[in-house]
C-alpha cells in the first residue's frame, strides 16, 4: 500500500465516520419529530423548529471538520510525494509498511459504524426493513455456583 493508498484510506474513513455521524443525527432528529408529534401545543412547534435548526447547525459543523481533515490529508500526502530524497524515500516507505493494516482495519472499522448507523437510522425511522433485522437474543439460564468446600464444612 503506497502513501496515495494510505491517503485514499484515510480519506475514505473521514467520508465514512461524517457519513455515520450525519445518520445519527438523522436518526435523532426523526426520533424527536416522533416524539414532539403528539404535542400540538405551540411549545411543540417551536421545539420542532428547534430540532430543524439545531440539526442543520450540527451537519454544517460535522462538514465542516471533514474539510479540515480531508485538506489536512491531502496536504500530507501531497508533501509525501515531493520527497525525492532516497533515506526519506525509504523512511516513508517503511513507515507506510507499518501503517498499512491499521489503514485496512480502519477502513473496515469505519465501514461497519457507516452501516450500523444507517440501521440505527431506519429503525428510529419506523421503516418495514429495519423491523425485519431486529433480532430478540436468547436469554441464558443463569449459572449455578457449587458450594466450595470450606462452606461444605461449615454445614457439616
Do not use: C
Request: avoid cysteine; glycine fraction near 8%; aromatic fraction near 4%.
Amino acid at each position: 500500500m503506497s502513501t496515495q493508498n494510505i491517503s485514499s484510506a484515510a480519506l475514505h474513513v473521514v467520508g465514512q465516520y461524517n457519513d455515520a455521524g450525519k445518520t445519527l443525527v438523522n436518526a435523532w432528529r426523526a426520533g424527536a419529530h416522533r416524539l414532539l408529534g403528539g404535542a400540538t401545543s405551540r411549545y411543540g412547534s417551536f421545539l420542532a423548529k428547534r430540532v430543524d435548526i439545531e440539526h442543520g447547525r450540527v451537519v454544517a459543523l460535522m462538514d465542516r471538520f471533514a474539510e479540515a481533515a480531508t485538506s489536512g490529508i491531502e496536504s500530507v500526502a501531497k508533501a509525501a510525494a515531493r520527497v525525492e530524497a532516497p533515506l526519506s524515500t525509504s523512511v516513508i516507505d517503511a513507515i507506510t509498511r507499518i501503517h498499512q493494516p491499521i489503514a485496512s482495519a480502519s477502513v473496515k472499522i469505519a465501514d461497519t459504524v457507516a452501516a450500523g448507523a444507517k440501521k440505527i437510522e431506519s429503525r428510529v425511522a419506523g421503516t418495514a426493513e429495519a423491523e425485519s433485522e431486529v433480532q430478540t437474543p436468547k436469554a441464558k439460564p443463569a449459572a449455578r455456583r457449587r458450594a466450595s468446600a470450606g462452606s461444605r464444612a461449615l454445614k457439616a
